[in-house]
């Protein structure tokens, strides 16, 4: 089992910056995907960005392309979300998901074996 924490919301102004932080816990995530999801109030739960095993591939939704970072740190079992000029429609709950394989990318959220609780972003204007 793994346990997936986030960490690093919080209310930031519009061109602001953040950096989320997803802790795996239970076990290593070294070989495992990672993914960074978000919902918004009464949407659907969608793909931001993702990350290979290795570290050495990524993927982006086009809306944060170019904005947003996906890495990770396997000695530390972590994955993190650098958010770079950040706009009123990134506010959401965004959540980190893990899974179990070496294939890449992985965008569809019944992909995903294992999630955190998420952590609130909310970007004014």
């Known amino acids: 089992q793994v346990l997936l924490v986030e960490s690093g919301g919080g209310l930031v102004q519009a061109g602001g910056s953040l950096r989320l932080s997803c802790a795996a816990s239970?076990?290593?995530?070294?070989?495992?995907?990672m993914g960074w999801f978000r919902q918004a109030p009464g949407k659907e739960r969608e793909f931001v960005a993702a990350?290979?095993?290795?570290?050495?591939?990524?993927y982006y939704t086009e809306p944060v392309q170019g904005r947003f970072t996906i890495s990770r740190d396997n000695a530390k079992n972590t994955v993190y979300l650098q958010m770079n000029s950040l706009k009123p429609e990134d506010t959401a709950v965004y959540y980190c998901?893990?899974?179990?394989?070496?294939?890449?990318?992985?965008?569809?959220?019944?992909?995903?074996?294992?999630w955190g609780q998420g952590t609130q972003v909310t970007v004014s204007s």
């Open positions: 998901a893990a899974r179990r394989s070496a294939n890449f990318p992985w965008v569809k959220r019944d992909e995903y074996d294992y």
């Open positions: 239970g076990r290593t995530v070294n070989n495992y995907a």
């Open positions: 990350i290979n095993w290795s570290g050495v591939s990524t």
